[in-house]
Each structure stands twice: as C-alpha cells, then as structure tokens.
C-alpha cells in the first residue's frame, strides 16, 4: 500500500510494529520516503535496547518520527480480573473501567495516573537513568528501562514539530509550514 501511494503520508503506529528490529525498521523508512513512525506502547521494547542505539536511530530519523501513546482519555484501565485481550470494537467494552467525568475524585485520580504515565516516557526520551519505570507500570516489580536521553533538536521534532508539519491542522495559530 505504501509503495503504490508515494504521495501519500503514512504514520505507522508503534514503529511500524518493527521495534524489536531497528536495522529493518531503518530499511523500511530508507524504501518509502513517504513513511513515517511513532513510538506509542513501545518503551517496553526501547528500553531493553542500547541507549546509543536508540538514540543513534532517533537522530537519524528525526525527521520521520512521532511521540505517541496508546493512552485512552478518561480511560481507567481493565477491570480486576478481566480478560487480557483488548477489544477495540464494541466502544463500550465491558472490560474497561470508564471515569466518570462528574466525578471530581475519579478525575483528579485519573489525572494523577496521566501526569506519572506521561513523566515517566518523558524521562526515557529525555535522560540516560537505568532505573525508569515502564510507564504502564504501576507495582514495585514492574520492568525497568534505560532512558535514551536523545538531543534537544530531536526531542522538539519529535514531541510535536513532525506532528504539526505532517498533520494539516496541527500548527498553532493556524501558522504554515
């Protein structure tokens, strides 16, 4: 598809789903010049890769990726004891837990568990600690990265001026290229 659509921009999400496997991923960006990548629910498999590696990889293709989560909005997470498969379609997933808007506790709860999610995949991005916490980890046990501390000029394209030139729309202040 992205071959037989050169003029059209595609973002893969999750790397493309090539993570555990930069070189191919490297190979698929060098082919289609119109492909682009982001990083959403990958930090699991980032930071188990050399820092330099990443970073290496990041500086290259700063052009070509985009910060991203698989963050829900007033998503809570799955239910105690519900099955581990995520089901996209019906919305109304019964194994789901939704916060209630109205409920000014369950908002501020969420927005507490969204500031730690987000803090934590910005201290991979932006530092070289080797005890980051996964962002969907909330327990003691939970796995352990190596931040890549990738450079400032990367960082700026990548947390939002790639989005902005990719996406119509997206610039502040209605602002052009």
Same mark, same amino acid.
């Given at each position: 598809?992205?071959?037989?659509? $050169?003029?059209? +921009?595609?973002?893969?999400?999750? !790397?493309?789903?090539?993570? !555990? &496997?930069?070189?191919?991923?490297?190979? +698929?960006?060098?082919?289609?010049?119109?492909?682009?990548?982001?990083?959403?629910?990958?930090?699991?498999?980032?930071?188990?890769?050399?820092?330099?590696?990443?970073?290496?990889?990041?500086? *290259?293709?700063?052009?070509?990726?985009?910060?991203? +989560? &698989?963050?829900?909005?007033?998503?809570?997470?799955?239910?105690?004891?519900?099955? *581990?498969?995520?089901?996209?379609?019906?919305? /109304? &997933? $019964?194994?789901?837990?939704?916060? /209630?808007?109205?409920?000014? /506790?369950?908002?501020?709860?969420?927005?507490?568990?969204?500031?730690?999610?987000?803090?934590?995949? !910005?201290?991979?991005?932006? +530092? &070289?600690?080797?005890?980051?916490?996964?962002?969907?980890?909330?327990?003691?046990?939970?796995?352990?990265?190596?931040?890549?501390?990738?450079?400032?000029?990367?960082?700026?394209?990548?947390?939002?001026?790639?989005?902005?030139?990719?996406? $119509?729309?997206?610039? $502040?202040?209605?602002? *052009?290229?």
């Amino acid at each position: 598809v992205v071959a037989k659509h $050169p003029k059209t +921009t595609f973002i893969g999400a999750h !790397f493309g789903s090539q993570t !555990f &496997d930069l070189q191919q991923l490297a190979e +698929t960006l060098d082919r289609f010049l119109n492909f682009h990548v982001e990083c959403g629910a990958r930090l699991r498999i980032l930071g188990r890769l050399n820092p330099q590696a990443v970073r290496d990889f990041f500086a *290259k293709y700063q052009d070509r990726i985009l910060f991203g +989560t &698989d963050g829900g909005v007033l998503l809570a997470g799955r239910k105690a004891g519900s099955s *581990k498969n995520i089901t996209v379609y019906p919305v /109304d &997933d $019964p194994d789901w837990v939704r916060v /209630d808007p109205a409920n000014a /506790d369950a908002v501020k709860g969420w927005k507490e568990k969204q500031a730690l999610f987000y803090s934590r995949y !910005f201290e991979y991005f932006e +530092t &070289d600690r080797l005890d980051l916490v996964d962002p969907n980890g909330f327990a003691p046990e939970s796995l352990r990265l190596r931040g890549a501390k990738l450079p400032a000029e990367v960082l700026e394209k990548f947390y939002h001026a790639n989005a902005e030139r990719l996406i $119509p729309g997206l610039r $502040p202040n209605g602002e *052009k290229k």
